[in-house]
């Protein structure tokens, strides 16, 4: 099925919940011309009590606030449960329209994660929708993920967003990292040998002045430091790589263990399908790994901004010219999936 049939079938599925779209944002039209109203008598009642009782002009000023408030919060969360009622509905009708993709119950390996050095340190993974295809010949898995690490007796997030698994059943041999200059992995600092340093010189000028503690606490923040260190001397190991796009090289940092395979992959065909994912998850921080026989893609996002989404309630489904989201992931994800089977192993040959 063309790019242009998938449109128009999902239009067709689309089209049938527009009535449904009408009549929810009919009723937050409603109440809120019903709040505004209510709103509006109770500026006029604040008026004539701010005169004869400071009580009930505070009350009216609450009531007020409470209002206003009100009507800010029910939109937000009608187009969210609308969007939830789509996904529930239609979801599985638009995946229908693409035979590559079935609906998974396992998400990416933990291994494979780890293994790709795109993610921080993380203990808890949470999945939402997971997706398994075959496209070229290659096996693949699109989660979305939800990495966690420990904070302060609770959990922070260290990575939310899509994970495209490509499973190439052929070995590259060699690692190559694309990742945005600003990530952690690639920055070249040396506090762990600073402060092994830092730690001797205190040591020997304080010696008769340090208890046990605070030579206890100066050394594991030493060893912490240090291995962040070997981590980061580990990544230096691999080499940077020129690419043909210097605007690409100003956003992202490569680094390889083989030069030649590593510019083989990296054309500006690729880096217009990483452009395009990245545009279709709406992302501005997307990375890659190419490992072993693997090539995962990460694009992440913040927590509020799920994957796989329909439009919400403020958008028209009726209207064919309407780019709905959803089906532009699933077409950015096959779209890169088919080239790599195309290009990257046929050059691994």
Not at 153 to 170: C, D, M, P, Y
Request: some cysteine.
């Amino acid at each position: 099925m063309t790019y242009i049939n998938i449109k128009n079938s999902a239009f067709e599925i689309l089209r049938d919940y527009e009535p449904e779209r009408r009549r929810r944002l009919n009723q937050v039209i409603l109440f809120e011309g019903f709040c505004f109203a209510v709103v509006a008598l109770f500026f006029r009642l604040e008026a004539m009590c701010a005169q004869k009782s400071d009580d009930l002009s505070s009350i009216c000023i609450l009531a007020i606030i409470g209002l206003i408030a009100v009507m800010v919060i029910l939109p937000i969360w009608y187009d969210y449960a609308f969007k939830k009622y789509m996904k529930k509905q239609c979801l599985d009708k638009i995946l229908a329209l693409f035979p590559q993709l079935k609906r998974a119950d396992k998400l990416c390996d933990e291994t494979v994660l780890n293994y790709s050095h795109l993610f921080g340190f993380f203990t808890e993974i949470e999945a939402d929708d997971c997706f398994d295809g075959i496209c070229k010949g290659i096996s693949f898995n699109a989660s979305e993920l939800n990495l966690y690490t420990p904070h302060r007796g609770s959990r922070e997030v260290a990575f939310n967003g899509i994970v495209l698994h490509i499973k190439t059943g052929q070995d590259f041999k060699s690692s190559t990292i694309i990742t945005p200059k600003s990530d952690l992995f690639i920055r070249g600092f040396s506090f762990g040998l600073v402060s092994v340093l830092l730690s001797m010189v205190c040591l020997y000028n304080f010696r008769d002045r340090i208890s046990i503690s605070e030579l206890i606490g100066m050394g594991i923040l030493s060893v912490c430091l240090l291995g962040l260190e070997v981590l980061i001397f580990w990544f230096h190991y691999l080499q940077s790589v020129k690419t043909e796009s210097i605007g690409f090289e100003k956003k992202y940092k490569i680094h390889t263990s083989n030069q030649l395979l590593a510019r083989r992959l990296l054309t500006p065909v690729f880096m217009e399908k990483f452009y395009k994912m990245k545009a279709a998850f709406g992302t501005g921080n997307i990375k890659a790994a190419f490992f072993d026989n693997n090539v995962v893609f990460a694009a992440e996002t913040s927590e509020k901004n799920a994957m796989f989404e329909f439009s919400g309630l403020f958008r028209p489904l009726d209207n064919p010219r309407a780019e709905n989201r959803v089906i532009t992931e699933l077409l950015a994800v096959l779209d890169l999936v088919e080239y790599i089977g195309e290009n990257f192993l046929q050059k691994e040959n």
